[in-house]
């Protein structure tokens, strides 16, 4: 039997009663394996640079192994840069090459520059139009049921590459999920721990990350996935927060 277990963690209360969201993790583990695991998501919500938790959610529950997807990890490039601010511009080029117009790129930045809270989920915006299609502005999707089909290669696999960080391989596993969604083309990403200031854009096959998307210290990140014009966008949202994906991450040459 197979277990998809979520932890999300806030301070000044549940994220529902207006609490700032603190640490998210997901996994998708065997019986025996859960106990451990939820020590080690209890560890990290009460130990993490953006403050002590006061409120943790752990969720359990089964899945139907037969309707798991598995799904091949996207390719990783790393670019260095000097500052957050070359390194938005070169995410800019890249979603350019993807394919996303000027207006969905000027709304995208200027909604996740403009964030006052963190999100616990990502701002969805067609990506010719730039209009905003999900549904709760302060929560967006959150992609969920996820984690990699085999844990000890894909630790090597990124360990081997210099990115063991697990920063590196949870937003690989996430990205690798969402870009295999049905209608979305690219995705940016900039994460809100204060201590990892590395952001992606990814699209195609490929995970580019920027080694600088923001300023040390800052506690302020977010997520935005582009949707081709006219995709349905319940088909997203289902697909992202309630279909279990393993991913494969060191399984090809
Ligand atoms: P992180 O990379 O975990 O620091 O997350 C950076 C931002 O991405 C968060 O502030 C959220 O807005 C968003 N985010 C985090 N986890 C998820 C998720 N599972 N699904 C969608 N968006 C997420």
Redesign the pocket.
Known sequence: MLYSIRMRSAINGPHEEGGS?I??A?RIVREEELEELGKELINRALHHSKGKADFINIRIDTLEEEKIQVVEALHITSSEVESYEEGRLLGKALLVKAGISEIALEKAFTLLEGLSL?????IVLDAITGERLDEIPSR?????HMDVWDKKKARDNLEARGLGNI?VQ??LV?ASKVLSSPGIVAEL?????PD?VTGYVSYGQTYHRITKMKNYGSPM???VFFVASHTDYEKVRHY?EEESVLVRIGEKG
Request: with cysteine; glycine share 18%; hydrophobic share 30%.
């Open positions: 969201h640490s998210g997901e963190n999100m616990r989920g990502a967006g999707v959150r992609v969920s920063h949870e937003a996430l990403c900039w994460s809100d721990d990892y990140g977010g997520r992202l």
